[in-house]
């Protein structure tokens, strides 16, 4: 669903029907889903410009339009990456999009199961986790319902990692605009990932005690937008984006 909100070709009939769907119900969905692809983009260039140079992608779907190794790799040809989502026919076709691109990697894995991922012998082969990694939650911690415990979940994440490491995290709120996002958010409940939006301050835990930059946990439209944008229209991305530093 998220390759054909972004205008690609990697994606199932199934995967439309649900997102025409969810688009009748936010007609400003595409907008909201390529403002959080912005994001991404502005904070591995970031972080990039910063000296990251290894990054841990946890539920990055298919590896296409624009994703984190393209851009790290444009900034640095040396920075490593690894891709890791849940769905293994992701993974598949994930593999074979990833064959020629060097220092880079995807495991299937499974958000909910941190230690798991983390000594997956894929990633410690490729990254050194006694030097700074940044890792990116991007529009994944809102498929984690409550029960599955995202705090305890993030912790081991932050737990994990050397200082000098970030965290890039968005996730759905209904803090902006409730009645859309009660909408979009009775479509996915017919999906296999149903959403759990949270608030600014549930979201605001899940970085721990990392240091949130600035400006913080914004609209992610105005975490340092490459243009003037005003707060109403940010406001109706309804996804929060931020980035923390482990001191």
Not at 133 to 148: I, K, N, Q, R
């Amino acid at each position: 669903m998220y390759d054909y909100y972004l205008g690609g070709k990697d994606h199932f009939e199934a995967d439309r029907i649900r997102a025409d769907e969810a688009i009748a119900a936010d007609p400003t969905l595409v907008t909201l889903i390529r403002e959080n692809r912005a994001f991404l983009g502005r904070a591995v260039r970031y972080l990039a410009a910063q000296g990251i140079d290894q990054f841990l992608d946890v539920g990055t779907g298919l590896p296409t339009q624009q994703s984190v190794h393209q851009i790290a790799h444009g900034m640095n040809p040396d920075a490593r990456v690894v891709y890791v989502d849940y769905d293994g026919q992701v993974v598949a076709h994930g593999r074979a999009l990833l064959a020629d691109a060097p220092g880079t990697k995807m495991i299937q894995g499974d958000l909910r199961r941190p230690r798991e991922i983390l000594d997956h012998p894929e990633v410690r082969r490729l990254l050194d986790f006694d030097k700074p990694v940044a890792v990116l939650t991007v529009a994944t911690l809102h498929f984690v319902p409550d029960e599955d415990d995202p705090q305890a979940i993030m912790a081991e994440f932050r737990d994990a990692l050397a200082p000098g490491s970030h965290l890039v995290l968005t996730h759905a709120s209904a803090d902006g605009v409730p009645d859309v996002v009660a909408k979009v958010v009775e479509v996915y409940k017919k999906t296999s990932a149903p959403g759990t939006p949270r608030t600014s301050e549930q979201v605001t835990n899940l970085f721990g005690d990392f240091e949130l930059l600035e400006p913080g946990l914004v609209w992610a439209p105005l975490w340092r937008p490459d243009h003037p944008v005003g707060m109403e229209e940010a406001k109706r991305v309804w996804f929060y984006a931020g980035v923390g530093r482990k001191a």
